[in-house]
């Protein structure tokens, strides 16, 4: 193991990605722990479904605040997401003795979670700035892109002849705004439609489940849409690419030439473009060539494999903190 620590701080979950980096990390040779303040709220479906590889600090014994003392006071870096509190910044300052502080944004400009950037107000001294390079780049061009991270075991279960379409559609929140935005009335009337002409056989869970049941549908569908509103893609075309799904999007030359530069790949992700205009053609041409459709599984699978393993993509964190320390 490498002797530099890290742990990452979240106010919340932020939908297992802090966790993940950790993850990935620890992969890499790394200390590395995530610390989130609350989970989601019990009402909202979301909660406990994305803190198993978290300590949750609201709540906890105190045999966990100890622990959580003991991982701050000895972190090389601590790693800040989105927010936290102005009183959880400084209890961070007086532990976090050795380290350097490092903050990075998910969420766009002017939209929620994260309605302006909280680096300059948390009052820490951060030495590097990150962001997720998706979409988010664009409202915040000083920072360093640092990827999203998929920890599942890639797969692929190309189509078969004879087999209809499976197509899944899983927005993890339903957020209105330019770049969060994911719900579109024409293409769930494409997704109705189609279902009803037997088509396709459309996957679209009403309810918030785990990531892992959800990752466990995906494997058995050919096709993810992620949203085909904004002209950005999100962590869905990932979770995609990492099923062998042939991945929808109306992701534009920008976003998918920024996932490129942060997995360090050559070539731009095989994604599908479609928007509201051409979404239900897409789909039909899809349903009817079985081929077709297995052939850009295999492109989707290819292409995570050779840059998206969690172990190559975390390369961005690792060298961001080795140019700290």
């Given at each position: ?60 014994p105190p045999v ?192 998918k030439a920024m ?67």
């Amino acid at each position: 193991m490498s002797d530099i620590k890290v742990v990452h701080i979240s106010q919340t979950p932020l939908v297992g990605a802090p966790s993940k980096i950790a993850a990935a990390t620890r992969m890499a040779g790394y200390y590395a722990h995530a610390i989130c303040m609350v989970d989601y709220p019990a009402g909202g479906g979301l909660a406990g479904k994305f803190v198993n590889d978290s300590i949750v600090m609201h709540g906890a014994p105190p045999v966990i605040e100890q622990l959580v003392d003991r991982i701050i006071g000895e972190a090389h870096i601590v790693h800040v997401h989105n927010e936290i509190p102005l009183e959880k910044a400084e209890w961070l300052l007086d532990r976090a003795t050795k380290a350097r502080f490092v903050y990075q944004v998910h969420s766009p400009v002017r939209e929620g979670p994260l309605y302006i950037p909280r680096a300059d107000e948390l009052g820490l001294p951060f030495t590097a700035h990150l962001v997720v390079g998706q979409y988010q780049p664009r409202h915040y061009p000083s920072y360093k892109p640092v990827p999203n991270i998929v920890l599942d075991a890639p797969s692929c279960a190309p189509r078969e002849e004879g087999q209809k379409l499976r197509v899944m559609f899983s927005p993890t929140h339903a957020r209105s705004g330019r770049w969060n935005a994911k719900y579109s009335k024409k293409l769930e009337v494409a997704i109705e439609s189609l279902t009803k002409m037997g088509l396709i056989e459309a996957i679209w869970p009403e309810q918030p489940v785990s990531p892992n049941v959800l990752m466990a549908l995906r494997r058995t569908c050919h096709v993810s849409i992620d949203e085909i509103v904004t002209g950005a893609f999100h962590q869905v075309s990932m979770e995609g690419l990492c099923a062998g799904n042939v991945v929808i999007n109306r992701a534009d030359y920008f976003s998918k030439a920024m996932m490129a530069t942060c997995a360090g790949a050559s070539e731009l992700p095989p994604f599908v473009y479609a928007d509201d205009e051409n979404i239900a053609g897409v789909l039909v041409d899809l349903a009817r060539d079985w081929k077709k459709t297995a052939e850009l599984q295999a492109e989707s699978s290819a292409y995570f494999m050779k840059y998206l393993r969690p172990q190559s993509i975390v390369k961005s964190f690792v060298k961001a903190y080795r140019e700290i320390i």
